[in-house]
């Protein structure tokens, strides 16, 4: 007789437990969507192909807070195995130093920036810097 009751006992415990994490999980995430990255300022916004060019970025949160130690990475459209990186600073800023190599038969190509913060969703913005062949 004991044996009914005490099975659902079971299992409205386990059940409370999973919609207890399940509820964290989605309101940790939800917290998550929230916050987000965005580069503020870069420059400059077209470079040159086989010369050193010099990328400046500042990186902001939705409270326009700089974000410190964020990592911003470079990568050309054209060549996914060239990744130039490297961390802001305290101000959210941080210069790359880039020489694009485009192929033979391209005149131009673009560059794909991510950021990556701690605890923030990543970045991503594609086709924001063009290189030109000149």
């Known amino acids: 007789m004991l044996g009914m009751p005490l099975r659902l006992l079971v299992a409205l415990a386990i059940g409370g437990v999973a919609l207890a ?3 964290n999980y989605v309101y940790d995430y939800g917290v998550a969507l929230n916050k987000h990255l965005k580069i503020e300022e870069f420059n400059p916004e077209v ?10 970025f500042k ?7 700089p974000v410190k130690n ?23 800023e941080v210069t790359l130093y880039f020489t ?12 794909t920036i991510y950021v990556i ?3 923030y969703p990543h970045y991503e913005a594609r086709n924001l810097i063009k290189v030109v062949r000149k």
């Open 117 to 119: 913060a701690n605890d």
């Open 59 to 65: 990186i902001m949160d939705q409270s326009e807070n």
């Open 70 to 92: 964020a990592n911003v990475m470079i990568i050309p459209e054209y060549d996914g195995d060239k990744v130039i990186s490297g961390k802001t600073e305290e101000n959210g």
């Open 21 to 23: 994490i399940g509820l």
């Open 100 to 111: 694009p190599s485009l192929p033979k038969d391209q005149y131009e190509g673009y560059l």
């Open 47 to 56: 470079i040159y192909d086989g010369r050193e060019n010099k990328i400046h």
